[in-house]
């Protein structure tokens, strides 16, 4: 018994080991305000910066603004832009002995978004909520560098002329979340999954974490998140990503 004990957590060890080897780890650091117009009524600012590449390299920071409306107990709708400036990955074309190499570079993307939610406690503190949220996300065309390399000829060129065309996307994100949600406790536990789709399944996230309420006013919030590619166009390529968030909120 012992045996199978001591492989199966060897199995796990290299099964992890190998989900590791196959994606990078991150930061998500969050800032959000908000307060209420009318007994229904929201209003709120955010802002957010992520890292990618082991913690090492920024991948973007972004300034949102959103409004919702609480249409009736249970349910909720709201919408809002949010800017962000992507550092986005360089990207590499081979084609024989010829290659086309695009450095990094920042960029400038828009995000609209529209959602409705809704929540029920289904049994004592067990809360279970559900959101459906559209977004369109708009890259903007922009002059970056492109270098062209011939490894026959032992030459490298600089495309002055590259520009890379913009871009825009429509998304369905589908949540489903469930939370401990206990009146005056100082955490509220949860875990979600999110599906990203756009025509297919593009990506995964899978979160857990807690809020923590530190007074009326303020709160916190600790969680990790993996993402899991699926779908992707080689031009939004990205890896699977661990990221380790934390968030402060203030209401007022």
Known sequence: MEKRIVLLLLAVVASVSHLFAQSESGLIMGLEAETKLT???????????RSR??????????????ADYKLTKWLKADAGYTF?????????TTSGTKTKWRPSYWGARHRFHASIGADY?????LRVSLRER???????????DRWKIDETLKTKAFDSDYVRDGKGKHQLRSRIQVE????RSLF?????VEFYNSMAIEKIRYTVGTDIRLTKQHS??????????KNVDDDEYNPNMHYFGVGYKFKF
């Open 39 to 49: 007994r229904n009524l929201g209003v709120g600012l955010e802002a957010d910066y």
């Open 53 to 66: 590449n082991d913690f090492k390299t920024t991948d973007r920071w972004s300034l949102g603004v959103n």
């Open 84 to 92: 962000l400036n992507t550092n986005f990955r360089e990207k590499v």
């Open 121 to 125: 406690k289904v049994w004592s503190n």
């Open 134 to 144: 559209w977004q369109y996300t708009y890259r903007p065309e922009k002059s970056v």
């Open 180 to 183: 401990w949600d206990k009146k």
């Open 188 to 192: 509220t536990p949860y875990a979600n």
């Open 220 to 229: 916190a919030s600790l969680y990790y998140r993996y993402q899991d590619m």
